[in-house]
């Protein structure tokens, strides 16, 4: 019963698409053949089908079909929403009987790298992937400072949300790492915009959830890209001692560059699974092969040093100096030192497994929170073991950020702390493991039960509400803007109808 209504499905019998939209001329072209394509996501919970799908060819081509729903106005049921690959999980990449844009089509701008105010930045479309962005940039010895944990996403999807990695506490997540952008608004007007230039707009793109304007091309900050990765991950068996080490890290002037960690409940033979699925090696392999991960709740260090490889006595010695300060379980260093591109692509190497085995397309019943500082201690107390008795269905991420590296102007809703934890339960709920995605849904519910429950006052990262005034909550303070910017730059409410925040007969 609570799966028919949490998991929505709905079939289209369209052939071609709406009239109106047909007459257009445009540089690229409309179909109704990939509708179905465009009416499914990663979370697979949710599949609502589109009158059309736009390939656009050019910028003028987007701007183009939204004057024209513009034009319809307000007793038009037409919406229009761009999807970057779909990575949403719940349809908030969807335009239910509207026109989908698939921006993977929109090839311009080409990519280029330029130097800018004398320092490196690129300029790419919106519809460009994070990994091709990087490939790009390593041709010139750069790299973006701030990633995802996994780079099969696009630009303008992970900058409508936040974009945050273990890079995040240095280098602020990717919506702090954006120069300028071009986006056309919910009016069809295409406008570049940056801090000086359109700023309100600019600010309000970066995190909006796709509601002020599609993003047709982004100037993304560059660094030089190191050559290596020492890649290492640590085990501790209570929560403090992570979270104590974790602040340490992240607030220490010298320290690693990428920090993350994860939460491991009841895992058989957790540290053998690491030493033959990964080229991780124990530090100590006898002290190693003793320990027993069973039954237990354990907590995970993952930490990062990038290095050229004339730089690796010095690196091996910084790295050194910071593990003294830790207070890990020592038997459960486990270590390894990879290329940059194979560290940042990581996530690829599990997705190429999980498609394999045909476990990439289920149902994803993911629940990301930022949780304040204060609170992460009374939050692992609740939920590590208790609510949540085991992670075999998916990865437990838990890592903190730095919320004077975000910037209070985007869109972006965080806590209220200066450090915040990103906690992710990444489930996937096969069909062949009857009742898991049931269980699953309950287990975040009850997840956001004990928040409530606790006061604790945690924001949801890749927001999915579904009433207004849990959405108008979720924005507390910032709500009264973030209405105000939709008014101003999408008065009609046609953009990204998938998130559910307005309506077009608003
Ligand atoms: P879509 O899902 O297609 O779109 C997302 C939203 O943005 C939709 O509302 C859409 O309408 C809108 N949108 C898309 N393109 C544009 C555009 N050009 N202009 C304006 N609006 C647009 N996120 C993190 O922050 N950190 C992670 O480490 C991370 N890891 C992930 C790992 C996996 C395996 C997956 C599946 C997702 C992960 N994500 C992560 C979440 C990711 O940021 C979101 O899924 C995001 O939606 C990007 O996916 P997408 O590019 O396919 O965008």
Redesign the pocket.
Known sequence: MVLALRSITMTTSNTAPPSSLEALDLKGHLTVHDISQCAT??GNLRHLPPSAVLHPAAVSDISAVIKHVFRLGPRSELTV????????LHG??QAPGGVVVR?ESLRAPEMRVLAAGGLPCIDVS??ELWIDVLMESLKHGLAPKSW???LH??V???L??????GQAFRNGPQISNVREMEIVTGKGEVVNCSTEVHADLFYAVLGG??QFG??TRARIDLEPAPKMVKWMRVLYSDFSSLAQDQELLVSAEKTFDYIEGFVIINKTGLLNHWRSSSSFKPKNPVQADSFDSDGKTLFCLEIAKYFNPEETDTMNKEVESLLCKLSYIPSTLFETEVSYLEFLDR?HVSELKLRSIGLWEVPHPWLNLLIPRTRICDFAAGVFGKIVSDSNDGPILLYPASKSKWDNRTSAVIPDEEVFYLVAFLSSAPASDAGSLELALRKNDRILEFCWKEGIQMKQY?PHYTRLDEWKAHFGAGWEKFEHRKRIYDPLAIL?P??RIFHKDM
């Open positions: 996501d990663f929403a761009a999807r970057g690959r779909g990575h949403s908030q990449a921006m919106g519809g995802t944990d996994y996403l696009t303008g999807g992970t409508s949300n936040a974009g945050i990695s959830l796709g599609i993003i996530v890749l990204a998938g998130q």
